[in-house]
């Protein structure tokens, strides 16, 4: 199981606004001991919409999709996602209660759209304007505003996910190699890969700077270490400079 995100606008694609959102959620993420799997972007179209839900859909992965679910023209979300799950676009009771008590006579005639939710879903609470998100299976729909997004999406994972969480989360051990060449350490990159399989590495070379290399080792922190041993010693035996980077 994975955690993705679906970010949702033509600006994100045409260059008008900048996601904030994946930074963020990788931050929540963190302070959890989980960490982020992948991420599609994606543009107020129909076709593309749907088909990516369907795909997503099929996956037991944890997907937030931020965006699109208000109730102007461009906000495409909700029926698509409808569309993609096979059930029909309905106007959820509880939302239907939250958006009334907030907007009173103001909810109509436009506001209340936004209670029409695919069959099947359950609210997600909004702490700013209460006009909810929604989750569908193992998606969870929220909007593009980072102001309520965010505390949604800690929401959801406080109260569907607290099982997932990790007291104990990866590590990531940096290292600045100085006068390396990356193609003199693919040996020991895949000796080391080979003897320690629990651990990932990352090799990094810096364009400013010649023969300097960002290596780095992930993993838990009790395989990580003894890596990070064997790889230190390697590289004092062969001669090559390194300096801990997050010591």
């Given at each position: 199981?994975?955690?993705?995100?679906?970010?949702?606008?033509?600006?994100?694609?045409?260059?008008?606004?900048?996601?904030?959102?994946?930074?963020?959620?990788?931050?929540?993420?963190?302070?959890?001991?989980?960490?982020?799997?992948?991420?599609?972007?994606?543009?107020?179209?129909?076709?593309?919409?749907?088909?990516?839900?369907?795909?997503?859909?099929?996956?037991?992965?944890?997907?937030?999709?931020?965006?699109?679910?208000?109730?102007?023209?461009?906000?495409?979300?909700?029926?698509?996602?409808?569309?993609?799950?096979?059930?029909?676009?309905?106007?959820?009771?509880?939302?239907?209660?939250?958006?009334?008590?907030?907007?009173?006579?103001?909810?109509?005639?436009?506001?209340?759209?936004?209670?029409?939710?695919?069959?099947?879903?359950?609210?997600?609470?909004?702490?700013?304007?209460?006009?909810?998100?929604?989750?569908?299976?193992?998606?969870?729909?929220?909007?593009?505003?980072?102001?309520?997004?965010?505390?949604?999406?800690?929401?959801?994972?406080?109260t569907h996910y607290r099982h997932l969480f990790d007291d104990n989360p990866d590590v990531?051990?940096?290292?600045?190699?100085?006068?390396?060449?990356?193609?003199?350490?693919?040996?020991?990159?895949?000796?080391?890969?080979?003897?320690?399989?629990?651990?990932?590495?990352?090799?990094l070379p810096n364009t400013q700077h010649r023969h300097h290399i960002d290596f780095g080792?992930?993993g838990k922190e009790e395989h990580v270490a003894k890596a990070a041993a064997w790889f230190?010693?390697?590289?004092?035996?062969?001669?090559?400079?390194?300096?801990?980077?997050?010591?």
């Open positions: 199981m994975k955690v993705g995100l679906i970010l949702i606008g033509d600006e994100l694609l045409n260059g008008s606004r900048q996601d904030k959102h994946m930074a963020k959620t990788i931050e929540i993420l963190a302070q959890r001991g989980m960490k982020l799997g992948w991420v599609r972007i994606i543009a107020d179209e129909v076709e593309q919409l749907v088909q990516t839900f369907k795909e997503t859909l099929a996956t037991d992965d944890i997907v937030f999709s931020f965006g699109g679910i208000g109730a102007t023209p461009d906000d495409l979300t909700r029926q698509c996602a409808a569309q993609a799950a096979g059930v029909e676009l309905i106007k959820h009771p509880k939302a239907v209660e939250l958006i009334e008590n907030q907007f009173g006579e103001q909810a109509y005639p436009n506001r209340i759209l936004m209670s029409e939710l695919p069959e099947g879903s359950e609210i997600i609470p909004n702490p700013i304007n209460q006009v909810p998100g929604f989750t569908l299976a193992n998606h969870h729909f929220v909007p593009g505003f980072p102001s309520m997004s965010w505390p949604m999406v800690e929401w959801v994972l406080d990531d051990w940096r290292w600045k190699l100085v006068g390396a060449i990356e193609s003199d350490l693919l040996d020991m990159m895949n000796t080391l890969l080979e003897t320690f399989p629990e651990v990932r590495l990352s090799s080792l992930k230190e010693s390697y590289m004092t035996q062969h001669d090559f400079h390194y300096e801990r980077q997050d010591a």
